[in-house]
């Protein structure tokens, strides 16, 4: 957007303090980007420069998306390590923006295409329930 020609950038959770700043700076012909979006631009020239995406998140956040990619919804992230469903879902937030990802299914694909959890086998035939 801001190549496109945009003066800022604001996400909805932005506080309404950081709004105001932004709309004096715009206003007197600048520019502004929320510090949300910076760490974001950030993050985005370490996987730019062959860095892995995943190597930006802390410690809570690559367990979040590890637990995520092997298929445990947030509440069960929840339970398992003893927070609230709202912390694992600002982790959520957080390592999505970092890795530039929008959904769960894109944070599933980027953790088995770079081998952060071990792919789950199917098996396409049925178990053999009946003993002859």
């Not at 303090?17 to 012909?29: D, F, H, P, Q, T």
């Not at 069960?76 to 999505?96: D, G, M, N």
Request: proline letters at 2%; glycine letters at 6%; charged letters at 20%.
């Amino acid at each position: 957007m801001l190549k496109a020609g945009a003066s800022d950038y604001l996400t909805k959770e932005n506080a309404p303090a950081e709004l105001v700043k932004a709309i004096g700076k715009v206003v007197s012909g600048g520019k502004y980007i929320s510090s949300s979006l910076a760490e974001t631009l950030a993050a985005g020239l370490d996987a730019t420069s062959g860095r892995s995406r995943h190597k930006a998140l802390s410690d809570r956040e690559f367990q979040v998306m590890q637990m995520m990619a092997s298929g445990k919804t947030l509440a069960e992230i929840a339970e398992t390590l003893s927070l609230s469903a709202k912390t694992v879902s600002t982790y959520r937030t957080r390592l999505l923006e970092k890795m530039n990802l929008k959904t769960n299914a894109e944070i599933i694909r980027y953790a088995i295409e770079n081998g952060l959890i071990e792919q789950l086998s199917c098996s396409l035939t049925p178990p053999n329930f009946f003993h002859l």
